[in-house]
């Protein structure tokens, strides 16, 4: 009787490691899948900097007011050496970097494409705003991420501010515009000479 008592316990002390191990490993698991892979966070990360400088090019192009101007040419600027440097970080590492834009982007660029003066300045500026508020969330989640590279927690760690910068200038570029569109009155167009205290920018930024 004592030899089956004590072979029953030993059955139920397996039972309870075997448990807490498949319990440990399902965690592991879930905070893996939880997490961006790096390769995905380089190719969104990319493609994001490829749309920035294509639309930033067609803001300075077909864009009526200054302001509108002014931040498509930091978008050309800041986001060409944002993509120097995430292909830095990817040849490094051995990742493939995209060299075009996907679909979505690529849909969108062409319906900028057909607009132009206020209607582009219009749509231009709320596809900003709504890109930038999705890029810093991002960025931001990948530089506290405990699983990400560490190359790209960095790029992440020094990018997502100017992103934040991006999103607050075009942000009161919008809020510049709505006022201007209930007062009566057009946007600065690009041949008026802004004073420093009429520039919706703020200081120059490094950057996606």
């Given at each position: 009787m004592r030899l089956l008592a004590i072979l029953f316990l030993s059955i139920c002390t397996a039972a309870v490691g075997q448990?807490?191990?498949?319990?440990?490993?399902?965690?592991?698991?879930?905070?893996?899948?939880?997490?961006?892979?790096?390769?995905?966070?380089?190719?969104k990360a990319a493609q994001g900097n490829l749309a920035e400088v294509a639309l930033?090019?067609?803001?300075?192009?077909?864009?009526?007011?200054?302001?509108?101007?002014?931040?498509?040419?930091?978008m050309v600027d800041d986001h060409s050496k944002a993509q120097e440097d995430l292909e830095g970080i990817a040849s490094k590492n051995n990742w493939n970097v995209p060299k075009d834009v996907?679909?979505?982007?690529?849909?969108?660029?062409?319906?900028?494409?057909?607009?132009?003066?206020?209607?582009?300045?219009?749509?231009?500026v709320q596809m900003m705003v709504k890109?930038?508020?999705?890029?810093?969330?991002?960025?931001?989640?990948?530089?506290?991420?405990?699983?990400?590279?560490?190359?790209?927690?960095?790029f992440a760690t020094r990018t997502y501010p100017t992103l934040e910068d991006h999103l607050t200038q075009i942000k009161?570029?919008?809020?510049?515009?709505?006022?201007?569109?209930?007062?009566?009155?057009?946007?600065?167009k690009s041949n008026k000479k802004n004073t420093s205290g009429e520039t919706?920018?703020?200081a120059g930024l490094h950057l996606i």
């Amino acid at each position: 009787m004592r030899l089956l008592a004590i072979l029953f316990l030993s059955i139920c002390t397996a039972a309870v490691g075997q448990n807490t191990s498949s319990g440990s490993s399902t965690k592991k698991s879930s905070a893996k899948a939880g997490a961006i892979p790096d390769a995905q966070f380089v190719t969104k990360a990319a493609q994001g900097n490829l749309a920035e400088v294509a639309l930033g090019k067609l803001a300075t192009e077909k864009g009526q007011s200054e302001d509108v101007k002014k931040f498509g040419q930091k978008m050309v600027d800041d986001h060409s050496k944002a993509q120097e440097d995430l292909e830095g970080i990817a040849s490094k590492n051995n990742w493939n970097v995209p060299k075009d834009v996907s679909t979505e982007q690529k849909a969108e660029q062409q319906k900028l494409e057909k607009l132009s003066g206020a209607a582009f300045d219009r749509a231009y500026v709320q596809m900003m705003v709504k890109d930038h508020t999705k890029d810093v969330a991002e960025f931001k989640k990948e530089a506290a991420s405990t699983s990400a590279n560490s190359d790209l927690k960095d790029f992440a760690t020094r990018t997502y501010p100017t992103l934040e910068d991006h999103l607050t200038q075009i942000k009161a570029i919008h809020d510049s515009m709505n006022k201007s569109s209930k007062n009566g009155k057009a946007p600065a167009k690009s041949n008026k000479k802004n004073t420093s205290g009429e520039t919706s920018g703020g200081a120059g930024l490094h950057l996606i």
